[in-house]
């Protein structure tokens, strides 16, 4: 298996978004660590972020939305639609 060049996706979020919170705690207890897997990015703190979120959601501001390396978003996925995207990476 080829070693990770980096994150896999970036999960954009706000700070107080509960589906967000509830998303990276699945996501830590599985193993799938934020700075290993993948970078998180506050659409309300940095620049141009919430432009990534609308452009993939139709114009709505909808979080998390998760980017992958290979292009494609998910919408506030469960821990199992994450981990099937993430075996197909």
């Not at 919408?75 to 099937?84: E, G, I, Y």
Request: proline share 4%; charged share 20%; net charge negative.
């Amino acid at each position: 298996m080829a070693a990770s060049t980096g994150p896999s996706f970036t999960m954009y979020r706000t700070s107080w978004c509960g589906y967000c919170h509830r998303l990276s705690g699945q996501l830590e207890r599985e193993g799938i660590r934020e700075g290993e897997t993948y970078e998180v990015v506050d659409i309300e703190r940095v620049p141009g972020a919430a432009e990534i979120v609308m452009a993939a959601n139709n114009g709505n501001q909808t979080v998390p939305t998760l980017v992958y390396s290979d292009g494609t978003a998910q919408t506030n996925p469960s821990l199992k639609q994450v981990q099937a995207k993430l075996g197909e990476l």
